[in-house]
């Protein structure tokens, strides 16, 4: 989400410490994100959690919020990748084989691919610290296959790693969406257009889970403990909304490189979470990993002052 924000830049300012605040409250929001997952996905279906997720992300601000002044192809595309493509992909890793510590790391290559495919469809240059940062992800992309090939996990499989890339990939094509979007129309509100985008993904989710869930588990919803609901709304109204109507203020009042470097605390934040609330193990060659892709993000971010 971050992505279609970053060109609300502001005057140079410093930041307050209610603004300091805020950035903790998304950092710490964005992190427990994961572990909410999975803790939903205890009591409903990966397509079932997107369809519900989607109701609670959309209701009730889209009764509240005007629709976005733009073509409706760019709602319609944004809502399938980054909402059908993104969760759909995060959740069924998340189910078959992916911890949420690791699933917070994860995501984040979603700037890489970003950056790819900004390259191939956008025909954007790679500055030099973002080749040194590609560079270090696909290092620690292979640090996570050598923990497969070295170990037989449950916890993380294959599978698992397979699809929470491909979740980085779709959310990386909704970036190119939304970039192309706010580019073609003058009156781009970001709010407004997730909120909208929202109600996109219902339908499929709810077309998946007709498909392809067991006709056992297809009304389990109804049944589901009040904690599978709670982790819902936090899923909609904290970790979407909140969480990003905060985010978006920042970008607001300030610069995006005094903003940005804020969310390299939310893989930090998802490891503890999921090692303290979950009892996940992070394994040598995963330790390796992660700290390859957090350098590399690190290296985007602030590589370009150490060039200047």
């Excluded at 700037?111 to 080749?131: D, I």
Aim: aromatic letters at 14%; a positive charge; one cysteine or more.
């Amino acid at each position: 989400m971050s992505a279609i924000t970053l060109r609300f830049l502001a005057a140079p300012g410093h930041l307050s410490g209610r603004d300091y605040g805020a950035a903790l409250a998304v950092v710490v929001i964005w992190g427990l994100n994961f572990v909410a997952m999975k803790f939903a996905l205890r009591d409903f279906t990966p397509f079932q959690l997107g369809a519900a997720r989607y109701v609670f992300a959309a209701l009730p601000l889209v009764l509240l919020i005007r629709r976005p002044q733009l073509g409706w192809k760019w709602v319609v595309l944004y809502g399938l990748f980054q909402g059908v493509g993104q969760f759909g992909f995060l959740f069924c890793a998340l189910k078959v084989g992916m911890t949420a510590a690791l699933a917070s790391v994860l995501m984040q290559t979603q700037v890489f691919f970003t950056a790819l495919f900004s390259f191939t469809v956008l025909k954007e240059r790679a500055s030099r610290p973002l080749q040194w940062g590609l560079l270090l992800a696909a290092l620690g992309l292979g640090c996570f296959a050598m923990s497969q090939v070295a170990t037989a996990s449950s916890a993380t499989t294959a599978w698992g790693l397979v699809l929470n890339l491909c979740a980085a990939a779709m959310w990386a094509a909704s970036n190119i969406i939304a970039r192309t979007a706010q580019s073609a129309s003058n009156h781009f509100d970001a709010l407004g257009f997730v909120v909208w985008s929202s109600l996109v993904p219902i339908a499929p989710f709810i077309f998946l889970t007709w498909a392809f869930d067991d006709a056992g588990a297809r009304w389990q919803w109804s049944s589901a403990p009040l904690t599978g609901w709670l982790a819902i709304a936090y899923l909609g109204w904290v970790a979407t909304v909140t969480a990003y109507a905060l985010w978006t203020g920042l970008l607001k009042r300030h610069p995006a490189n005094r903003v940005a470097p804020f969310s390299l605390g939310v893989p930090v934040v998802g490891l503890a979470a999921g090692m303290i609330v979950l009892g996940e193990v992070v394994t040598a060659w995963q330790w390796a990993g992660v700290a390859l892709v957090v350098g590399a993000l690190a290296c985007v971010m602030f590589g370009g002052r150490v060039v200047r």
